[in-house]
RNA sequence: GGAGGGAUACCAAAGUGGCCAACUGGGGCGGACUGUAAAUCCGCUGUCUUCGACUUCGUAGGUUCGAAUCCUACUCCCUCCA
């Protein structure tokens, strides 16, 4: 039986605590009573993406714990631009790119937490809201006033930047961030901001505005997130298409179910940890099978199961997986055209016009070569299958091959890149 | 302000009149092996109408039968001296 851990022991089993303040205290207060916590998440594109989940789903951790999570959107803050991190000043996005942004990770941010929940419902909240009313004068008297220069220069996101320039505008990013806190404090009692751990820096500068503004002692809690590592020392989250989103537009369900299939062992148990919320006995008895048959790859299938159904529910993880089982199996030629036109939703294709075409052609045309030379050198190496059949010869017409139903190539590149053609 | 050195394909780095579409290493991509892994081995890595042709070696001109290689100007970078 798994025994109930308390949260912050359940989080530090998973790794998640970076730093936080007074652990104890925090521990305490997390016994007594609820807490309102809160999450910034900026919108700096028109999704988030998995770099934003751990944030998330430790709000969501929280809530299960019976705790109340407000998600921040950051319409406000967003229009400014978080050094934090950052090596370089960004270009502002102009207001109506920001407020479309907005909108987008208001969606996405609804999905992970439980808003109609009797006792904890989780708020959804804009910056925009208190920071776009904001007059000048009352926000340097108000809130500037509890700032000192001393104090913002040696925070690390500023000092980092004092050589290379950064502009007045990011430079008040942390006091902005902090009167966030401030507000949801007053509103609605919030005592804790969670956040990367990249953001150490802009927690604790608003637990200092809280305490010097309202005269408050002690109780107020910040708690930061690590950053997410891979063992072969390259970046988490993105794949030869970029970044991992959570929109589905943008990152089919197959391509975000197999980035996780393809989680290193060396990883797979720690992002186990960080991602999924299986228990603690779940996890280890993966860990064993990982040790005594890695081969099965049980770890990473449960891993890529979860997070699929998690972000993306329970019908696109079907699908993801029955594209996986047919593509990976070499069962493609099986299928029917409704089924390929079902399941391959998630993999680039492309209309043939006229069958007469050569193949080489046809390469390009769906992304699988990106000049007729690469694409007859990937056909000579025996890279190209087409419906499961390995196609060498570069003068092929497109007539001569077997389309599935008459209606679609399946083509393969190499051992895992899929493109369609369909003819017309 | 003065003196010198350099700019070559994704990156690094050879090449100093024809044998250069350009050595080599890294990266990337394919293949074999395998667990849709790691390691290893093999192949490819300018474009095309592929036994051939065309466009590339900072930019623009010039010399020559012929230039990445020589000359001129320009741009940028580095080092040393002031």
Same mark, same amino acid.
């Given at each position: 039986?798994?025994?109930?851990?308390?949260?912050?022991?359940?989080?530090?089993?998973?790794?998640?605590?970076?730093?936080?303040?007074?652990?104890?205290?925090?521990?305490?207060?997390?016994?007594?009573?609820?807490?309102?916590?809160?999450?910034?998440?900026?919108?700096?594109?028109?999704?988030?993406?998995i770099g934003h989940l751990l944030p998330i789903l430790m709000l969501r951790r929280?809530?299960?714990?019976?705790?109340?999570?407000?998600?921040?959107?950051?319409?406000?803050?967003?229009?400014?631009?978080?050094?934090?991190?950052?090596?370089?000043?960004?270009?502002?996005?102009?207001?109506?790119?920001?407020?479309?942004?907005?909108?987008?990770?208001?969606?996405?941010?609804?999905?992970?937490?439980?808003?109609?929940?009797a006792e904890n419902p989780a708020l959804l909240a804009n910056n925009h809201d208190?920071?776009?009313?904001?007059?000048?004068?009352?926000?340097?008297?108000?809130?500037?006033?509890?700032?000192?220069?001393?104090?913002?220069?040696?925070?690390?996101?500023?000092n980092s930047r004092l050589e290379k320039g950064i502009s007045f505008t990011e430079?008040?990013?942390?006091?902005?961030?902090?009167?966030?806190?401030?507000?949801?404090?007053?509103?609605?009692?919030?005592?804790?901001?969670?956040?990367?751990?990249?953001?150490?820096?802009?927690?604790?500068?608003?637990?200092?505005?809280?305490?010097?503004?309202?005269?408050?002692?002690?109780?107020?809690?910040?708690?930061?997130?690590?950053?997410?590592?891979?063992?072969?020392?390259?970046?988490?989250?993105?794949?030869?298409?970029?970044?991992?989103?959570?929109?589905?537009?943008?990152?089919?369900?197959?391509?975000?179910?197999?980035?996780?299939? !393809? #989680?290193?062992? =060396?990883?797979?148990? /720690?992002? @186990?940890?960080?991602?999924?919320?299986?228990? $603690?006995?779940?996890?280890?008895?993966?860990?064993?099978?990982?040790?005594?048959?890695?081969?099965?790859?049980?770890?990473?299938?449960?891993?890529?199961?979860?997070?699929?159904?998690?972000?993306?529910?329970?019908?696109?993880?079907?699908?993801?997986?029955?594209?996986?089982?047919?593509?990976?199996?070499?069962?493609?030629?099986?299928?029917?055209?409704?089924?390929?036109?079902?399941?391959?939703?998630?993999?680039?294709?492309?209309?043939?016009?006229?069958?007469?075409?050569?193949?080489?052609?046809?390469?390009?045309?769906?992304?699988?070569?990106?000049?007729?030379?690469?694409?007859?050198?990937?056909?000579?190496?025996?890279?190209?299958?087409?419906?499961?059949?390995?196609?060498?010869?570069?003068?092929?017409?497109? !007539? #001569?091959?077997? =389309?599935?139903?008459? /209606?679609? @190539?399946?083509?393969?590149?190499?051992?895992? $890149?899929?493109?369609?053609?369909?003819?017309?």
């Amino acid at each position: 039986m798994n025994a109930v851990m308390r949260l912050l022991e359940d989080l530090a089993y998973r790794g998640l605590i970076y730093q936080s303040t007074d652990q104890e205290k925090l521990d305490e207060r997390l016994e007594r009573e609820p807490i309102v916590l809160y999450c910034g998440f900026d919108p700096t594109a028109d999704s988030l993406h998995i770099g934003h989940l751990l944030p998330i789903l430790m709000l969501r951790r929280f809530q299960q714990y019976g705790h109340q999570p407000i998600a921040l959107v950051g319409g406000g803050t967003g229009l400014i631009g978080d050094p934090s991190g950052k090596a370089t000043e960004r270009t502002l996005n102009t207001k109506e790119v920001v407020e479309g942004f907005s909108n987008k990770i208001r969606t996405q941010l609804s999905r992970f937490l439980d808003f109609e929940k009797a006792e904890n419902p989780a708020l959804l909240a804009n910056n925009h809201d208190w920071l776009g009313e904001l007059d000048l004068i009352s926000f340097l008297r108000d809130v500037g006033k509890h700032f000192s220069l001393n104090y913002m220069l040696a925070k690390e996101s500023v000092n980092s930047r004092l050589e290379k320039g950064i502009s007045f505008t990011e430079f008040s990013y942390m006091i902005l961030q902090s009167y966030d806190y401030l507000e949801l404090h007053r509103r609605y009692g919030c005592e804790l901001q969670v956040g990367g751990s990249d953001q150490w820096g802009n927690i604790t500068a608003g637990t200092e505005l809280i305490r010097k503004s309202d005269n408050k002692s002690d109780d107020l809690f910040g708690l930061t997130i690590p950053l997410v590592t891979k063992s072969d020392g390259t970046k988490f989250g993105k794949t030869e298409g970029g970044a991992v989103w959570l929109d589905a537009d943008k990152t089919s369900p197959y391509v975000f179910y197999q980035f996780w299939l !393809n #989680t290193d062992d =060396a990883d797979v148990i /720690k992002y @186990l940890k960080y991602f999924t919320f299986l228990s $603690k006995d779940q996890i280890e008895d993966l860990a064993q099978t990982l040790e005594t048959a890695p081969e099965e790859r049980k770890a990473q299938r449960t891993l890529a199961e979860e997070m699929t159904r998690l972000v993306h529910g329970e019908a696109a993880l079907s699908r993801a997986q029955n594209i996986t089982a047919a593509l990976f199996q070499g069962k493609v030629s099986s299928l029917t055209a409704s089924e390929i036109s079902e399941g391959f939703q998630d993999v680039p294709s492309s209309t043939i016009e006229g069958i007469e075409l050569p193949l080489v052609d046809v390469l390009i045309q769906v992304g699988a070569a990106k000049s007729k030379r690469e694409a007859r050198e990937f056909m000579q190496n025996g890279a190209v299958t087409v419906n499961d059949e390995r196609v060498t010869d570069t003068s092929i017409l497109v !007539n #001569t091959l077997k =389309a599935i139903d008459d /209606k679609f @190539l399946v083509i393969r590149r190499g051992k895992k $890149k899929y493109f369609l053609a369909a003819l017309s």
